[in-house]
């Protein structure tokens, strides 16, 4: 916010996200489909950020309410026969509801313990879908039909399956989160979050109840990367517990770090960059996590604020 | 007239100290009042037990009538008690305007400014002269606009009490003599107790003393009176007399 600059930041945002509506059609089908899946999983990547980057706080638990928004979805369709958007909003609500309750839990703690906290209630979480596996499909997880992946809107249906109307829907989802985020950061209340991340005590000195801010920050955070699992579920069609593995609640951390925290661009740029430098490193050898670890270790020794942190610092001080 | 602010016996143990030690007090509103004493006198912890940072071990603390001992600090503040750091302590990391802006929004939500954030805090930083660095991260400010930019913040607060500790430390002699302006400005619509160190400041600033030392208060009175007690130079002043 150094330099406030509406038009130009927003003319930024939305030639993103036109960027991303035109490479649906010139892609290969190869190259769309995992445009999509990195654009479903940039939201998860940004409501991490939202938490990470902006309020300073590191949580160990995300894949909770990714897979929250997952089974939220997934298990209505799957059981209640539910329809796609109903599905989605149900996903979403899992999600703030459980943030909701983890927040005014881990929020009595900070740093380290903050971490471990949530870390623990999302193997409990974890460890509660396997337990359940009547119902979640245990580690097998649920393949949800294509029958159910049809939205009806007036008398025309989109078929989820379908990889236009896919690609088409994760963008959808993408650009709105995208949008809200970039309104939150740059509002009133933004600023609130990022004074807490430089001085939670100062900020408490200016009148600021530092633990509600935070506490609306989490239950934010955790609605859209429930939103992300949500869309992952009917988009994808499959819902399933390594999901809620620490392993997906690491993923966001890493996608953060790489694109940029507190930048609104980073976490599609470090999702980006991660699925491509996975994808075409393993198309030659089966070592490709360990070329994956030396680009990120070079890229925390020569650029610890990620790629769009990076590019904030030098070239561009206006973005947001 | 009854005091803006009031505390009785107020305590507060740091395991065996006694940093602050049953302290009955009372504050005018309007009045510039400045706390001095030896280092460890417990000024410091004092003014953190008025403004909530800390919790006192016991006894109360009354502002404008209302017991805000067990009020949080954060909400002390909305009531209007201020305080600036002793060790400065903006935003760093962000702009001058953006470290103002939260204290004027806060402000704007209970009321008591009004109108856009831009015009309070244009306001404030008018006051203490930093309006033409606005723009500029806190962290490249000198050291003297730093302590302006956190007693901006402070005004931006529309405090009814303003709570300064030790706010000249640090700054060059031709800069004290604007701050010692810009105090007597804030105090024509708030009252004002500060923590100071430097004699010339307090005895030009001041209505009021309050001496402290071993976390009781040894006297109190116009800078006058302050100056002949011969208790107070002992404890303080470390005039030799006699």
């Known amino acids: 916010m150094r330099d406030a600059s509406p038009a130009k930041t927003y003319a930024l945002h939305i030639g993103v996200i036109m960027l991303l509506f035109a490479l649906n059609f010139i892609m290969p089908d190869y190259h769309q489909g995992l445009f999509a899946r990195i654009m479903a999983l940039a939201v998860f990547a940004m409501g991490y950020n939202l938490l990470f980057g902006y309020v300073g706080l590191l949580s160990l638990g995300h894949a ?87 939205i009806a809107i007036g008398g025309v249906s989109f078929d989820l399956t379908d990889p236009t109307v896919r690609y088409m829907g994760a963008l959808a989802l993408f650009s ?145 | 007239m009854t005091p803006l602010l009031t505390t009785k016996g107020l305590s507060r143990q740091f395991g065996g100290l006694r940093a602050v030690d049953g302290v009955d007090f009372a504050l005018m509103p309007g009045e510039i009042r400045a706390v001095i004493g030896p280092n460890g006198a417990g000024k410091t912890t ?83 002269g930093l309006a033409d660095r606005a723009g500029t991260l806190a962290a490249h400010l000198s050291y003297g606009h730093q302590r302006l930019l956190e007693v901006a913040m402070g005004l931006a607060l529309k405090p009814r009490l303003l709570i300064l500790d030790e706010p000249t430390q640090g700054l060059a002699d031709s800069e004290i003599d604007n701050f010692i302006a810009l105090v007597r400005g804030i105090a024509r619509d708030a009252t004002v107790l500060l923590i100071e160190h430097n004699m010339p400041v307090v005895m030009g600033l001041a209505d009021r003393i309050t001496v402290f030392n071993s976390g009781k208060i040894l006297a109190e009175g116009t800078p006058g009176e302050i100056r002949a007690n011969g208790e107070v130079q002992d404890a303080y002043l470390g005039a030799t007399h006699g």
């Open chain 1, 64 to 150: 909770m309410f990714f897979s929250a928004g997952l089974y939220g979805a997934g298990l209505t369709v799957y059981h209640l026969g539910w329809g796609v958007p109903e599905a989605l909003v149900a996903g979403i609500a899992c999600g703030a509801l459980l943030a909701l309750v983890i927040g005014l839990l881990a929020l009595r703690t900070s740093g380290v313990a903050f971490m471990i906290v949530t870390m623990m209630f999302a193997q409990v979480f974890y460890l509660m879908i396997l337990y359940f596996a009547a119902w979640t499909g245990g580690d097998q997880g649920l393949v949800i039909q294509q029958a159910s992946r049809v």
């Open chain 2, 46 to 128: 004092f003014v953190s037990l008025l403004s909530g940072r800390i919790r006192p071990s016991s006894g109360a603390v009354v502002f404008d009538g209302v017991d805000i001992t067990a009020m949080p600090a954060y909400q002390r503040v909305r009531l209007g008690v201020a305080y600036t750091f002793q060790i400065t302590s903006v935003f760093a990391n962000l702009t001058v305007f953006d470290n103002v802006a939260l204290p004027v929004q806060r402000t704007l939500t209970d009321g008591r400014t009004k109108g856009q954030v831009r015009t309070g805090v244009m306001a404030a930083l008018e006051r203490t």
């Open chain 1, 176 to 320: 709105v989160v995208l949008l809200i985020t970039l309104a939150l950061v740059r509002s009133r209340f933004g600023r609130v979050l990022v004074a807490i991340r430089e001085n939670e005590e100062r900020t408490k000195m200016l009148g600021y109840d530092t633990v509600a801010n935070k506490l609306v920050a989490v239950v934010a955070s955790g609605a859209i990367c429930s939103a992300s699992g949500a869309a992952y579920a009917l988009l994808f069609g499959y819902v399933g517990s390594n999901f809620a593995s620490i392993q997906y609640s690491i993923l966001p951390l890493l996608w953060v770090l790489l694109g940029g925290a507190a930048t609104t661009l980073g976490p599609l740029i470090g999702t980006l960059f991660m699925y491509y430098v996975t994808d075409i490193t393993s198309g030659f050898t089966s070592a490709y996590l360990l070329i994956v670890g030396v680009a990120l270790i070079l890229l925390v020794l020569f650029a610890p604020k990620g790629i769009m942190g990076s590019i904030r610092e030098r070239w561009l001080g206006w973005l947001p």
